[in-house]
């Protein structure tokens, strides 16, 4: 990623570069079945923001290892354990408001952007892989106590997503089942980035996307052979189709180990 946000994930179907502008965005949402590249896609964007010298809090969700490559580079690291993601969102959204209250005492802007690049403290970028696990109440399984923790995450990552653009902290929120349950339209709507990757019905496209414009691909037609194609919204409000690049689990564990 450059020092103007602009990260380069992969090709559009005309062969030209397909472009994320991060640059004052606070909220990224990624959607997709599994198996349609989804969490592929997003080791990508991980790789590009280690090497650009983001700090990563990375959260998986689904409790399993996707992520575990990432875990040696990562400023924090988490699974599924309610608990320990509370914990660390909580340090997220405190060292958030400091950073806030402190910026044009520190560096002379009150927007993370408009700092000279050299100058920026890291870009702070929050990955919740399987959102739904926290954000969905049905999901969350537990007592009474549990349960609070988990709508204390989604409260928190909602307010990540609504303050920290000019404080340079950026949120992507992964979902497999995009719907209001699992993506809460306080979030998803304060989120101008938007990625969908293969989904079986318009519905969730929707939730992904938001309102498609009738002539405008359509995640739900992405073949299932087509691993890693996904549908992203561009700069001037239309939405395009694209490939993700790929890089392999060994490739991006050797870079990780590379960046500490």
């Known amino acids: 990623m450059g020092a103007d946000g602009v990260l380069r994930v992969g090709l559009l179907e005309d062969g030209s570069p397909a472009e994320l502008t991060l640059r004052n965005q606070s909220g990224v949402v990624v959607g997709g079945v599994p198996g349609s590249g989804k ?3 997003m080791t990508v964007i991980a790789l590009a ?12 969700g ?3 290892d996707d992520w575990g490559w990432c875990a040696p580079a990562a400023t924090d690291f988490a699974r599924d354990d309610i608990s320990v993601v509370h914990e660390m969102l909580l340090s997220v959204q405190a060292a958030m408001r400091r950073r806030l209250a402190s910026m044009r005492t520190d560096y002379g802007q009150s927007n993370y952007w408009n700092i000279p690049a050299a100058d920026r403290p890291p870009l702070e970028v929050i990955i919740i892989d399987e959102c739904q696990t926290f954000f ?3 999901s969350v399984l537990g007592d009474k106590e549990t349960k609070q923790k988990a709508a204390e995450i989604t409260a928190i990552a909602t307010d990540l997503v609504k303050k920290g653009r ?7 929120v992964m979902t497999q089942k995009p719907t209001a349950d699992s993506i809460p339209t306080a979030l998803r709507d304060n989120c101008g980035v938007r990625v969908c990757f293969r989904v079986a019905t318009i519905e969730a496209a929707k939730a992904v996307l938001g309102d498609v414009p009738d002539g405008s691909p359509s995640p739900v037609e992405i073949p299932r052979s087509r691993v890693g194609g996904a549908v992203i ?3 001037d409000g239309t939405l ?3 490939r993700f690049a790929y890089v392999d689990e ?8 590379g960046a500490l």
């Open 39 to 41: 969490t592929a896609g």
């Open 240 to 242: 395009a189709t694209c």
């Open 62 to 64: 689904k409790g399993g």
């Open 166 to 172: 000019s404080a340079g902290y950026l949120v992507f």
């Open 49 to 60: 923001m280690l090497r650009a010298g983001a700090n990563l809090h990375v959260i998986d």
């Open 250 to 257: 060994a490739a991006a564990t050797r870079f990780a180990q």
């Open 233 to 235: 919204g561009r700069d």
């Open 136 to 138: 969905d109440a049905k």
